[in-house]
């Protein structure tokens, strides 16, 4: 059965907004004519939302419901609809009423019309606490786009649109979903585009969210730069990084040595700073290049180590 959109909504603890959602989502799907299924992940709720989902999907066909055991995350949540999504079109959604679903039919045409791979919601204007969201976010949002390329605004947004494809291609683990178009640039998806989106402040319960994010953040994106770029070969920058500061411990030991054996027994090799510094680049050196052969066999033992995504195939029998 092909929809034309899936609408994935990721929750935690958020039982007072969910029928609201759910009702604004219907109005304007059947206004703009748009077969969907909505597919409500609850993330370990310790409220009554999942009692809350489990009567809106038997009041609505197309209400879906997943439940975890417990609380895992924002980004396994979103990793289970995924798998689960079967529209052409699939869009991510807080539940907490803070992105307006008015915005799902102009979200829809940017894929389907417009050919973008993914559509991100920039909350141009915020309802969100200054000093501990808003700003850290610009800058957290500026870091971003110097680091992977990306010119988008609002990385962060949870109202996005894609393709159906690129939720396939990608793996959105840990605490990932902060990152969604730099896995997806790095699947090979090139059009990510952005829309202006409205925000509203949030209406019931808490934000899931503190400052730790933008720690947990910055570390995440240092991860996925180096996944992406040595995942593959990890030998290529610890080979590097190590064969850099042995070669300079080495010539630093090197010159010490010949400054020895000129000066005789008014040299002092292990008075010099220089003495120690450089045994402790050798060491680093030497450590930097284990590194690499470690991270070498376990990527050897990667069960993904072969695989790759391809974009079409063609004159091959099934
Ligand atoms: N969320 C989740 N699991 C978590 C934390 C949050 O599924 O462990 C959901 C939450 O219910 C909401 C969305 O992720 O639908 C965004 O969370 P929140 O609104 O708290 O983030 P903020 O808007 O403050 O960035
Ligand atoms: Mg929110």
């Given at each position: 059965m092909s929809l034309d959109l899936s609408v994935v909504i990721p929750l935690y603890n958020e039982e007072e907004s969910l029928p609201e959602l759910v009702e604004w989502i219907e109005r304007v799907c059947t206004e703009h004519k748009l077969s969907h299924e909505i597919i409500m992940i609850?993330?370990?709720?310790?409220?009554?939302s999942w009692k809350v989902v489990e009567e809106l999907a038997r009041d609505h066909q197309s209400v879906k419901g997943i439940k975890f055991q417990r609380n895992y995350g924002k980004s396994p949540a979103l990793h289970e609809g995924f798998k689960a999504a079967m529209g052409n079109v699939v869009i991510t959604m807080d539940a907490d009423l803070q992105d307006s679903p008015d915005e799902i039919p102009e979200l829809y045409s940017m894929i389907?019309?417009?050919?973008?791979?993914l559509v991100s919601g920039w909350k141009k204007v915020r309802y969100d606490n200054a000093v501990t969201k808003n700003l850290p976010s610009k800058l957290y949002n500026g870091v971003n786009r110097r680091l992977?390329?990306?010119?988008?605004?609002?990385?962060?947004?949870g109202l996005k649109s894609y393709k159906r494809k690129v939720v396939k291609s990608i793996e959105v683990y840990g605490e990932m979903h902060r990152f969604i178009p730099v896995l997806a640039k790095y699947a090979g998806f090139k059009k990510i585009g952005e829309k202006v989106v409205q925000h509203r402040p949030r209406k019931y319960g808490s934000s899931?969210?503190?400052?730790e994010r933008f720690i947990n953040g910055f570390l995440d994106l240092l991860s996925i730069q180096f996944v992406s770029r040595?995942?593959?070969?990890?030998m290529h920058l610890f080979g590097a990084l190590g064969s850099f500061t042995f070669l300079l411990g080495f010539f630093f030991t090197a010159s010490l040595i010949i400054d020895k054996i000129r000066?005789?027994?008014?040299?002092?090799?292990?008075?010099?700073?220089a003495f120690y510094l450089s045994l402790l680049a050798m060491m680093m050196g030497t450590l930097f290049f284990l590194t690499g052969f470690i991270a070498e066999l376990i990527t050897r033992n990667a069960a993904d180590r072969n695989v790759y995504l391809m974009d079409e195939k063609i004159g091959w029998e099934n």
């Open positions: 609850d993330d370990g709720s310790t409220d009554d389907m019309t417009d050919g973008y791979d992977t390329g990306i010119k988008l605004h609002d990385m962060n947004c899931k969210f503190g400052w040595f995942g593959k070969k990890p000066l005789g027994a008014d040299f002092g090799i292990t008075n010099k700073p």
